[in-house]
């Protein structure tokens, strides 16, 4: 038998699905009814999690009442994109140190 503690959170499951059914519309952004139907809830939850989201800088509300993601999720794509560099680079020179010839 599963623990409460180890159970999901319905409400942080339903907020990754609505980040991942924003995906996509970042230039048009998405009707708050096609956000809703798109995570399964009624517009009211949708609109409470989108104004969470956005509160947290993860969802911006357009002028024409649209949503889309904010520049948050493409700054953590940066982010990862700079460590795997960082993390090439001291690979390469490991395969430096180890394919020198001796002197």
């Known amino acids: 038998m599963r ?4 159970s999901p959170n319905a409400c942080q499951l339903r907020m990754l699905t609505l ?5 996509g519309s970042e230039v ?3 009707r708050l009814r096609d956000v809703a139907k798109a995570v399964g809830v009624i517009d009211s939850t949708a ?3 989108l104004e969470t989201l ?10 024409d009442n ?3 993601l904010s520049a948050k999720p493409i700054q953590l ?7 795997l560099a960082r993390a090439e680079e001291q690979v390469d020179e490991v395969r430096r140190n180890y394919t020198r010839k001796p002197i």
Do not use: C
Not at 3 to 6: G, Q, T, W
Not at 54 to 63: N, T
């Open 66 to 68: 649209r949503w889309r």
């Open 54 to 63: 956005s509160a947290a800088g993860w969802a911006q509300k357009l002028p």
């Open 77 to 83: 794509l940066f982010n990862f994109q700079s460590g």
């Open 19 to 23: 980040i991942e059914a924003l995906s």
């Open 47 to 49: 609109l409470r999690d």
């Open 3 to 6: 623990k409460a503690k180890d």
């Open 28 to 30: 048009f952004g998405m």
